[in-house]
């Protein structure tokens, strides 16, 4: 079953960033500025962040099985879902694939000793890990139950939840992002091996510069929307609240003008996760190399100009929302450009059935439903029937869920062996990936029918005439809650259990694979320089695969 | 007609066929590409299944004309469903002239609706069939939404503004209408039901139900003297401020020489944040209401100033701007 090389048995390297020191024990972590460490640090909260939310997102989907709300009251069940919302897309998702994948890579592939600035990579994360006992410290002492979207004046007037302490949580947390964005960028430009142009860069490369931008021009709007918010709710300035003089409708404009960009903060990265995978288990180029790292920029810069189509109703002026619903299809074209290239590429591949491919062949289904059905949100005349129900539910998790945290878990199996230099086991991953499929889809698929039928997100208690799609999608939940468990227990498993993977188990043509694994704390022992096209197995003999003629003779020859 | 698992709710509005059957076109246009890409994955994923350990694939170099391709079909097609949709969307917020006029206030956590003769439901709307309907929506507090499933049509109802929607009910029965935006604990119950009625049937369940319940002109004409609106607004265009008599629905002059259409937007704004629009020949000289009436009572000022609409006009003194204007 195996398609990979049979890995010959491997020795873990005697010194590398996992056991080299700088100081005894706990310390060496805390205070350490290697990339490699650094991204093991987000790793680990991260992950605590995934689980709570998670808990979170367990318990709506059991309280949903019945129309009366099977399990808590209408206040809590409020505060559920905003902590889901804050906890998953503030402190997992925006941070997931960039600063631990994206910290621990950007360096190796580009042949680098670390980020540009280490010390302030260590910084995003002690700012992270500060903004989020803000927002811990709020979800303990009243919980919070604004919706992530914090809409004014119901968030900064109305509410009687702890919204200070979240949003300063949340303002914190925003210079985390902003530190890193500003390290990648940096990074790239300056302290590429010899050799490596910016045609060179791994596409994983190109998506996290774009996202780099995002979050370095979008990032400030959101942190310093949330603090006026904060700020009326503390001393009654009047921003947004109308009685004060304010507007309501200019909080939305500022809080999209991230939030909307935020969207290709988490999906950018997961395109670059899966633009890396679908080569390298084909074993080819990739189709269209230029057209895929162009349409990351593209979609980076047209992602600015699409925030107010999460106003159709609202009552902006129609002129507005011809224009946004135009931009907002625009937007649509580089994402399908890169699905048509992710696609081509397989053609006469060798495709191979590693878990890592499993993953990204999942990601690109549910990111094309996912896509596929913005066009429905994009369009004015069906936004004003299917806005704010559960169909704008289901499309978002196609995007976020289905789309990044599919990558990011594809990208865990594909680095994985990288990180700890150990693999897992190969048959129980590539059925957890298939149960995340499956599972994913159950729960999701049917709130496309429901927002269609009408039921309004965020409600605590629903008509019965919709509960069987609702029991259908808590079903769904349970199979999609094994699907993350699954890979949680194995890889722990093999960190002390999994058979040595060796420098280049798949193998792959990065330059992260040309040093051992796990890598030394300087990366490389001597600085790599690049004399190939990236994702090229033609002219790669390194590899120690069957390199040479392309012809389709060798594909039969030696079976 | 409703099936165990529907997949569209009712179709009771003159918006939900349009609606629906962009749905299917662009449900169609998803289908296709999502159907292209799957059967392709799948069949490379079988077909190309690597035959040896060490086997590479076929190098297969760009072609800008095939990308041209992907892009510019896409692009076509992304065209027509935006144009369709703007045109349903310009459609729904372009009222019609003719309309019946309901007044619906959201406040944390219940609907009040004010039919024309001024009797008041709590979270149930009715409407008569085949006329054109609009609400104007005002909320007490935060941001709610009227959500209608079965006539595809929902707006949100913003503090501070007043936003319109409309839509002409096509079938008689009791469809729910929800709150679409989360407004705080109790937003899942804040909903009801639209009773969409024959027109003889909504006449005389108007003339049975409107029996003790305030007039809104009787109510706003009382504010009208109690807030001493009175003082200064005189009818006969001598007073301090302009005569309102005819000016609901007339366009007025401003000080700074543009004209604006006295709706209820106008209307709202010059009782609230009177500064805002000074009319041409006016001193600044009213306080302002901000904060100090409830949506309800600006509904009555309203209707009260709407029914002055047919009183005389005096000739000098009443801000309408002379006809000398744009038709």
């Known amino acids: 079953m195996s398609n990979t090389p049979p890995t010959p048995d491997h020795k873990l390297p005697d010194d590398h960033y996992l056991n080299a020191t700088y100081g005894d024990g706990i310390r060496s972590w805390l205070l350490t500025t290697d990339h490699k460490r650094i991204a093991l640090l987000y790793l680990s909260t991260v992950t605590t962040f995934f689980f709570i939310g998670g808990v979170f997102a367990t318990m709506i989907r059991i309280h949903l099985l019945t129309p009366g709300g099977a399990l808590v009251t209408p206040e809590t069940y409020n505060k559920l879902f905003t902590m889901h919302g804050v906890a998953m897309i503030f402190f997992f998702l925006i941070p997931s694939i960039p600063a631990v994948l994206g910290n621990f890579l950007i360096p190796m592939m580009i042949g680098a000793k670390d980020l540009a600035f280490p010390k302030i990579n260590l910084l995003s994360w002690y700012i992270y890990v500060i903004g989020g006992c803000f927002v811990l410290y709020s979800f303990g002492t009243g919980g919070l139950d604004t919706g992530w979207t914090f809409y004014t004046p119901l968030s900064s007037v109305y509410s009687n939840s702890a919204v200070t302490p979240a949003v300063i949580g949340i303002f914190i947390n925003g210079f985390s992002s902003i530190l890193t964005g500003l390290n990648f960028i940096v990074t790239i430009h300056t302290m590429r091996a010899p050799g490596m142009t910016w045609f060179r860069l791994p596409l994983f490369v190109w998506a996290h510069y774009a996202t780099s931008l995002v979050m370095i021009l979008g990032t400030p709007v959101v942190a310093i929307t949330l603090l006026l918010a904060g700020l009326e709710r503390m001393f009654h300035l009047g921003f947004f609240n109308p009685a004060l003089g304010g507007d309501p409708i200019l909080f939305q404009h500022l809080f999209w003008f991230y939030s909307h960009p935020a969207v290709y903060i988490m999906v950018l990265p997961a395109m670059g996760v899966v633009s890396e995978i679908i080569p390298t288990f084909a074993r080819k180029p990739i189709f269209g190399y230029s057209f895929i790292a162009g349409s990351s920029i593209a979609i980076a810069v047209i992602g600015f100009l699409v925030w107010a189509h999460h106003m159709f109703v609202t009552g902006e002026s129609t002129y507005a929302a011809i224009t946004f619903s135009f931009l907002s299809y625009l937007v649509a074209i580089p994402s399908a450009v890169k699905v048509f290239n992710w696609t081509s590429t397989l053609y006469k591949g060798s495709i191979s059935w590693d878990p890592p491919m499993i993953y990204a062949l999942g990601f690109i289904g549910l990111f094309v439903i996912g896509g596929l059905t913005g066009l429905f949100l994009a369009c004015l005349g069906l936004d004003i029937h299917i806005h704010d129900t559960y169909f704008v539910v289901a499309h978002f998790h196609y995007i976020m869920v289905g789309g990044a945290v599919m990558g990011y878990v594809g990208g865990l199996h594909f680095w994985w062996p990288k990180i700890t230099g150990r693999l897992y086991p190969e048959a129980l991953s590539r059925f957890a990936a298939v149960v995340l499929f499956i599972g994913f889809n159950l729960t999701f698929f049917p709130q496309f029918i429901l927002g269609y039928l009408g039921m309004p997100r965020r409600y605590h208690t629903y008509p019965p005439e919709f509960q069987v799609l609702n029991v259908l999608s808590s079903a769904g939940a349970s199979i999609l809650a094994l699907g993350y468990l699954l890979p949680m227990i194995y890889f722990a498993w093999s960190m002390r259990y999994g058979k040595v993977a060796g420098p280049n188990p798949w193998p792959a043509t990065g330059l992260e694979w040309k040093t051992a694994s796990p890598p030394p704390t300087e990366n490389f022992e001597l600085t790599p320089e690049v004399t190939w096209e990236p994702y090229d197995y033609n002219n790669r003999p390194d590899l120690g695969l069957s390199a040479g003629a392309p012809s389709p003779a060798p594909a039969r020859g030696d079976d | ?327």
């Open chain 2, 1 to 327: 007609m409703q099936s165990q698992l529907p997949i569209y709710p009712e179709q009771a509005s003159n918006f939900a066929p349009h609606v629906d059957a962009l749905m299917l076109f662009i449900t169609g246009i998803c289908v296709f590409f999502a159907a292209g890409v799957t059967i392709a994955i799948v069949t490379f994923f079988f077909k190309y299944h690597r035959k040896s350990p060490d086997a590479i694939g076929i190098p297969i170099s760009e072609d800008s004309r095939l990308e041209m391709v992907w892009m510019v079909v896409p692009l076509i097609l992304a065209l027509a469903m935006f144009s369709w949709g703007a045109v349903i969307y310009v459609d729904y917020r372009h009222t019609p002239k003719d309309t019946l006029d309901i007044y619906v206030i959201g406040k944390q956590w219940m609907w009040k609706a004010q039919q024309p003769n001024g009797f008041k439901e709590i979270n149930e709307l009715h409407v008569p069939v085949g006329r054109n309907i609009r609400l104007v929506l005002a909320s007490e507090d935060v941001i709610h939404d009227f959500f209608v499933p079965a006539f595809r049509v929902k707006m949100d109802v913003v503090p501070g503004h007043y936003n319109t929607m409309w839509f002409r009910p096509t079938k008689p029965g009791r469809y729910h209408f929800f709150c679409s935006q989360y407004c705080g604990t109790n937003h899942a119950i804040m909903g009801g039901w639209v009773t969409v009625m024959e027109p003889s049937d909504y006449a005389a369940w108007l003339s049975d139900s409107s029996g003790g319940s305030a007039n809104p002109v009787v109510a706003g004409e009382r504010l009208f003297a109690e807030k001493a609106c009175i003082t200064c607004h005189l009818a006969n265009g001598t007073g301090r401020a302009p005569s309102l008599n005819g000016m609901y629905g007339a366009e007025v002059l401003l000080a700074d020489g543009s004209t604006v259409v006295a709706d209820e937007a106008y209307v709202r704004e010059s009782i609230l944040q009177p500064n805002a629009k000074i009319v041409a020949g006016y001193l600044p000289l009213m306080p302002a209401f901000q904060g100090q009436l409830t949506e309800e009572q600006i509904l009555a000022l309203t209707a009260y100033i709407k029914s002055l609409q047919s009183q005389p006009v005096p000739a000098k003194g009443s801000g309408i701007a002379p006809p000398t204007g744009k038709k």
